[in-house]
């Protein structure tokens, strides 16, 4: 899982993939867990083959965070795309 929080990352014509969460503990977000006043930016991007309790590809923590797909693809991840529904504009889940 990779951690956006309190600055303006991007990832452009990247990825996050095949990552699970440690078996012990529920886990939020198992590509990407966006939290605090982070705004983050998917350029060209595929989040695909992730899984967690929620959000197996992107979570999005309360605060003002926000994530803005651009040609991004969002699939494949377990149990879910994005979470909470409707915090990831064009994530279809």
Do not use: K, W
């Amino acid at each position: 899982m990779r951690t956006m929080s309190e600055r303006s990352p991007g990832v452009r014509a990247g990825g996050f993939r095949t990552r699970s969460p440690p078996t012990a503990a529920p886990c939020q977000g198992g590509g990407l867990y966006v939290f605090g006043a982070s705004h983050t930016n998917l350029v060209a991007s595929r989040v695909t083959g992730n899984t967690a309790s929620d959000g197996g590809g992107i979570y999005v923590s309360g605060g003002t965070a926000t994530v803005t797909l651009s040609s991004t693809t969002v699939s494949g991840n377990t149990p879910n795309q994005c979470r909470p529904l409707g915090a990831v504009p064009g994530c279809v889940n």
